[in-house]
């Protein structure tokens, strides 16, 4: 029963007056917290950040007193549902995410700490990582790994999580805190519940009590019970471990702590684990397979397993095709034409302990051999190198992710992805599911660790079609029914959570009642994540998600343009906001398809250096600062959960400021979410509800006042010089005191084209076979003119004829910033209509920052639903890209003089999205620079600036945005690099404010191949 406002208000008081940690119950934050990766929605109460286990305690028994129920949440990223409920939502990925403790072969860590980040810290330091994955690479919590005990990726290699399980301490539901060592198993002295339990607390510890509880339960099991424990497959996740409690022939011992892994957060809350590390595996020999159907590779497991591989994946042809798609580098490797992938790795020892090389090459000889003299595999390659392995883990990982990719209503639908059946069995199994999909008129992809016996298989559907929920159900009964009467389970790794636990009695008509005698010796009244494991009454189809046309959607405002009713600030005497008057232009089916495509895969909640995605998440570790809560708020108000209103609210604001459109959403998020839009819809909503502050006014009209100002460029700088000016500044218009700004030029780059030169003015008789018009945007034009005609002399040195349109104004970026709207559009549809007609006449457009071009042709896009912007798109490029195809085109002269520094290259997040990819080795930009003779580059890829533009300009962002550039700083400060390099000045002018080393844009460099640079680079 969801509660009352009265109710949630004291809860949150309560809650507040209890815990060091937060509480959030506002409706926001509510709906943000409502979904994870299932097709499951439950709106909970409230949402609790506990910092430590006093925390977790305090919470546990305040929700058993009133009554609430409890879901312990890491990264919300479950298939099943697993974290979602209606009560308190206790999310442990926020505070408590620190390694307690390493030692040489173990660590101890508290529950909220990725998997991930974990590896990445101990493989660095130790060479050692915590083996077992089941669950999502990017983003899995190390509890909810134990809470779920799946098998995943690495089972064939290190088994189960829980037998790198040292020791746990867990909260029960009644605050009780169990501390379960599985080196020293407690031996119940007494196997019932009963009269000397007390005693036994006092002189052993609650944990003998409840050890002898559970004792006593399992020597009651009768022979069905036993003879379905013994049955279970290796893999099997669903219900409790029960067959794994006793340990030891003789005596039974009992172990707590493997009964508490696998329970999905339902008997107690994990707030510590101290956890085996491996040796880092060898990784010699590794060959994926390709074949002409499912059945020929399903056929080559049995063939392959007898070999004993550590890794055997299957990939369907959907799925391959959808990596090729992503990737260009896999086009030659994955045949167009496969309908089936086997991905096979053998054991190669450890770091510590490598196997002989000859032996595991003659291995997988061997199993090449068998697999291809059977003729099962058409086309057999052979991963060689060290560096071709994370291409090979990156076939695996896109392969999960792929389907994220469709873009259209038909979506893959997780709910059959997670069964196994032992491979005796799998060549039936699949047989038998797909004409069970055919007689369903319903396609499917098939794929999973099949080397273990699991299958993930997605049907395709259109949730929002009518009856597709009860399809789905249909099917639901049909294909577990079909993998149980094969000796299957319905989930290997994933957990049942709300999804599948009806069905648990199904697949355990005898053990069920003993998981519900379990259930309620630690938690009788079902506070503990009701609903996991032991099911609610409620029928899991009413959790699906609804989709929008099921509900009758109409977007919000339809009318108008934004011009006509609104100006940014609001006008003395309006009346208060309605829903009307809130202009979003949510009629374009771009803001409807980018909230509805992400699927809470989690992609965008990493931490480590591998990737860029998200600079403003990494710092607070919240997750509704996360990609992923830009796309849940639109959806929640699209689909009627949240009012409209409540898009205009501080909360929604608070959200979408944790944007700064630094736009590696684009490549990083699997599904191509533009949350950068959805984040500025958000902003433009509160705007036109509230008007725009003044200083975002200043930031978003930031043109103009320059424009205003140069004329006295020298008043201007010496002012900006005093401090006492700069701490006016600061007060008035938020521009921090100790940001640098850098001197502005007594005359604008295209006032002195328009004035003192028609050479570019006009339109030029073209000279050279390529005609550019260049876009110079607002920093250069009033800050480094200089770097704009040097951009032109290089492309006229080489051949290019350039245009410098006068007419063009700044892109707007900064008005996409702030949320204003109105004035973002005005600059679109102007530059558009400026920049199109030029390239209707042949002209290519060249922006000199990526940060331009990509607001010319991605923001723009999102802006004006007009040909020209599509024209744009197609036509822009930044001045690196183009000067690297023109030097790929063979066309560059490379006439250069030395230049002989050692300089630190940083990839701006716009050219990483120009060149969509942070994994190119290397991106044009730097390309251009290891042309230039003498000159040493090295690449720094230590994650964003932190700058975004004029981001880092506001007071309020300073700190934080110096904060995310560190790391970077860090390594520019190495005494090797002279000076920093970047194709964005804002990125410059932030490298140079966290290093006090100079830093430039690479115009610079090349201008000083040429020869154009009247003294040094450094002294200019
Ligand atoms: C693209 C994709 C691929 C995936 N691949 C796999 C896979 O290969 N194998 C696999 O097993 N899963 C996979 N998953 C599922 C999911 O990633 C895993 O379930 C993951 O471990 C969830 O981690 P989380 O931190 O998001 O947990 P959450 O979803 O937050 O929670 C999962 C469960 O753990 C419980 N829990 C969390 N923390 C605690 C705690 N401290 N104490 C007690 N209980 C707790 C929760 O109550 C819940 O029952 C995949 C998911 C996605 C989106
Ligand atoms: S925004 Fe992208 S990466 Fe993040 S959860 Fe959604 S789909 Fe996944
Ligand atoms: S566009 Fe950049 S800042 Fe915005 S959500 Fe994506 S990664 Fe974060």
Request: include cysteine.
């Amino acid at each position: 029963m969801p509660l009352t406002a009265v109710q949630q208000a004291r809860l949150r008081d309560d809650l507040q007056g209890l815990i060091k940690g937060d509480v959030r119950c506002d409706e926001v934050t509510q709906q943000l917290f409502a979904t994870d990766a299932s097709i499951l929605q439950s709106r909970p109460a409230c949402v609790v950040y506990p910092r430590n286990a006093e925390d977790v305690i305090a919470v546990v028994r305040y929700a058993a007193e009133m009554g609430v129920p409890l879901h312990p949440r890491g990264a919300g990223t479950s298939l099943t549902g697993e974290s979602l409920g209606e009560g308190i939502i206790l999310v442990l990925s926020r505070y408590m995410r620190r390694i307690l403790h390493t030692g040489d072969d173990f660590v101890t860590i508290q529950p909220g700490l990725l998997r991930r980040r974990l590896n990445g810290i101990i493989d660095q330091s130790q060479n050692r990582i915590f083996g077992p994955l089941a669950g999502n690479v990017s983003s899995a919590s190390l509890g909810s790994i134990l809470a779920r005990n799946g098998a995943g990726l690495h089972y064939l290699r290190y088994g189960l999580p829980s037998d790198h399980l040292m020791s746990m301490t867990v909260v029960l539901a009644n605050g009780d805190l169990l501390t379960l060592d599985r080196n020293t198993l407690i031996q119940p002295l007494q196997g019932d519940d009963g009269s000397i339990a007390l005693a036994q607390e006092i002189t052993y510890g609650k944990e003998y009590v409840y050890a002898g509880k559970v004792a006593h339960i399992l020597e009651g099991r009768t022979s069905e019970q036993l003879v379905e424990s013994s049955s279970r497959l290796a893999v099997n996740r669903a219900g409790y471990a029960e067959h794994a409690v006793f340990q030891g022939k003789e005596s039974h011992d009992v172990d707590l702590a493997r009964l508490f892994t696998g329970s999905e957060g339902t008997l107690g809350v994990i707030v510590d684990a101290t956890l085996k590390t491996v040796s880092l595996p060898q990784r010699k020999c590794a060959a994926a397979f390709f074949f002409t159907s499912i059945f020929k590779a399903v056929e080559a497991v049995s063939a392959i397993m007898p070999l004993r591989p550590v890794l055997c994946e299957l990939i369907d042809r959907r799925r391959l095709n959808m990596v090729r798609d992503w990737d260009a580098r896999y086009r030659p490797l994955i045949p167009a034409d496969a309908e089936a992938a086997l991905l096979i790795e053998l054991d190669a020892g450890t770091l510590e302990n490598p196997m002989d090389d000859n032996d595991c090459k003659d291995r997988l000889k061997h199993l090449i051999d068998i697999v291809q003299t059977r003729q099962l595999s058409y086309h057999a390659l052979r991963v060689n190198t060290e560096e071709d392995f994370p291409l090979f883990d990156q076939v695996i990982r896109r392969s999960e992710l792929a389907l994220g990719r469709m873009l259209h209503s038909i979506q893959p639908i997780p709910l059959f992805d997670d069964v196994a059946v032992s491979l005796d069995v799998m060549d039936h199994v699949v047989r038998e599911l797909l004409t069970l999909l055919q007689q369903h008129k319903i396609t499917a992809s098939f794929s999973g660790h099949i080397g273990q016996g699991h299958l993930r298989i997605h049907p395709l559907l259109d949730l929002a079609q009518q009856d597709a929920v009860s399809t789905l159900h249909g099917l639901a009964e049909s294909i577990y029914s079909t993998i149980l009467r094969y000796g299957g389970t319905i989930s290997s790794e994933w957990g049942t959570g709300l999804l599948k636990s009806q069905f648990l009695p199904q697949q355990f008509p005898h053990l069920f009642p003993l998981f519900q005698e379990i259930k309620e010796t630690f938690d009788p009244q079902h506070w503990l994540n009701p609903g996991k494991v032991i099911p609610l009454q409620t029928h899991w189809t009413k959790y699906v998600r609804h989709g929008l046309e099921k509900r009758g959607h109409t977007p919000p405002d339809s009318s108008g343009s934004s011009d006509s009713k609104h100006s940014g600030a609001k006008q003395p005497g309006d009346a208060p906001p309605n829903q009307l008057e809130i202009q979003l232009k949510w009629e374009s089916a771009y803001v409807f398809e980018s909230a509805y495509q992400c699927n809470g895969c989690g992609e965008c909640l990493r931490f480590d250096r591998q990737s860029r995605i998200c600079p403003l998440f990494r710092g607070t570790a919240t997750i509704e600062f996360a990609p992923r809560s830009k796309a849940d708020l639109i959806r929640g108000i699209l689909e009627h959960d949240l009012d409209l209103e409540k898009l205009v609210g501080e909360r929604a604001k608070e959200i979408a400021d944790t944007c700064f459109h630094c736009r590696m959403c684009d490549i990083e998020c699997p599904s191509k979410i533009d949350t950068s839009v959805l984040a500025f819809r958000s902003k433009a909503a509160y705007v036109a509800a509230h008007g725009l502050p003044f200083e975002d006014l200043v930031i978003s009209r930031l043109d103009n006042i320059l424009h205003g100002l140069t004329p006295f460029s020298g008043l201007f700088n010496a002012a900006m010089r005093n401090q006492a000016v700069r701490w006016i500044c600061e007060k008035m218009f938020h521009i921090p005191q100790r940001r640098v700004i850098p001197p502005l030029a007594s005359r604008s780059y295209l006032n002195r084209i328009r004035w003192s030169s028609r050479r570019h003015r006009t339109l030029p008789e073209p000279t050279g076979e390529e005609k550019v018009a260049l876009f110079v945007d607002s920093f250069i034009n009033h800050f480094d003119p200089l770097l704009a005609e040097w951009a032109v002399q290089i492309l006229e040195h080489n051949g290019v004829s350039v245009h410098v349109p006068t007419r063009q104004r700044s892109s707007g970026r900064a008005s996409f910033l702030v949320g204003h709207a109105n004035r973002a559009e005005r600059l679109a549809r102007h530059n558009t209509a400026q920049l199109s007609e030029l390239i209707r006449q042949g002209y290519k457009i060249v922006a000199i920052e990526p940060y331009s071009a990509s607001c010319l042709t991605k923001d723009y896009r999102s802006l004006i639903d007009e040909a020209g912007s599509e024209l744009m798109a197609e036509n822009v490029s930044d001045f690196s890209s183009f000067l690297y195809r023109w030097h790929l085109a063979n066309k560059l002269r490379l006439d250069f003089q030395p230049v002989p520094y050692r300089v630190g290259y940083h990839a701006s997040c716009s050219g990483l999205v120009l060149s969509a990819s942070l994994e190119a080795d290397s991106v044009p930009a730097e390309n251009l620079l290891r042309l230039i003779p003498g000159l040493e580059v090295k690449r720094i890829e230590q994650g964003c600036c932190g700058m975004a533009g004029l981001w880092g300009f506001q007071q309020q962002n300073y700190r934080h945005s110096l904060h995310i550039g560190i790391p970077l700083f860090r390594a520019l400060r190495q005494p090797e690099i002279e000076f920093g390099v970047s194709d964005c000045c804002a990125c410059c002018s932030q490298m140079a404010h966290g290093t006090r080393k100079r830093a430039f844009h690479p115009i610079r460099l090349l201008a000083a191949g040429y020869g154009f640079l009247s003294a040094p680079v450094l002294e200019e």
